[in-house]
Structures are given as C-alpha cells and as structure tokens.
C-alpha cells in the first residue's frame, strides 16, 4: 500500500520560509518521479515542482524561491519555501507518479499572512 505523508505545513509572515517532506512508503521512491502540487482557496489544484532521477522543475510562480529536493535514502521529497507571499497560501500535496498510476498525499496547509 503505497503512502504518502506531508509535514512542515504552518502559519508564517510574509518573507519567511517554511520546509515541506513528504515520506513516501509502498514504492520504489528512487525510481518515481516525485512533486508538489498546491490549491488555493477557491483556485484550482496546479503543480509547483516536479524532480525525477535527471533534474527538476520549478514553475515560473515559484521560481526562484521554491527548491524540490529528495534523499533516496530517507524515501522523502522536500520543498524548501522562501520568501513566502500571501499568494503562497494553500494546501500542498505531494504526488508520486507509479508506472502506472500516480498517488497523492492529504496535503498540508500553508498559510502565509501579510
């Protein structure tokens, strides 16, 4: 059974800097591609970084604030925040791509106040 759990979610300030994990169980991890989505209030769920064996992605909204990292050996994704904006706010997820079907975690708040 494959799980996925994500932490690190919290309240912070404009201009902080929070770390999500995600702990992925049930699946050969150094072989998936891993990433991190987010939906906002009242906005549609979209991808925020995406990291495979070859290298990452980082979507121009989070681009060069964002970094998505992994360490195979702890079967974790990591999505270190800085420079957090009110827009950052939502709910993160953390999703693995299988061979052939791709999994979620419950997701973890973000919430950043002005």
């Known amino acids: 059974q494959v799980q996925l759990v994500e932490s690190g979610g919290g309240l912070v300030q404009a201009g902080e800097s929070l770390r999500l994990s995600c702990v992925a169980s049930?699946?050969?991890?150094?072989?998936?591609?891993m990433a991190w989505y987010r939906q906002g209030p009242g906005k549609q769920r979209e991808l925020v970084a995406q990291?495979?064996?070859?290298?990452?992605i980082v979507t121009d909204i989070v681009k060069g604030r964002f970094t998505i990292s992994r360490d195979n050996a702890k079967n974790t994704v990591y999505l270190q925040m800085n420079s957090l904006k009110p827009d950052d706010t939502a709910v993160y997820y953390c999703?693995?791509?299988?061979?052939?079907?791709?999994?979620w975690g419950q997701g973890t708040q973000v919430t950043v106040s002005p």
């Open positions: 999703r693995a791509f299988g061979a052939e079907k791709s999994y």
């Open positions: 049930g699946l050969p991890f150094s072989r998936n591609t």
């Open positions: 990291i495979t064996g070859g290298g990452t």
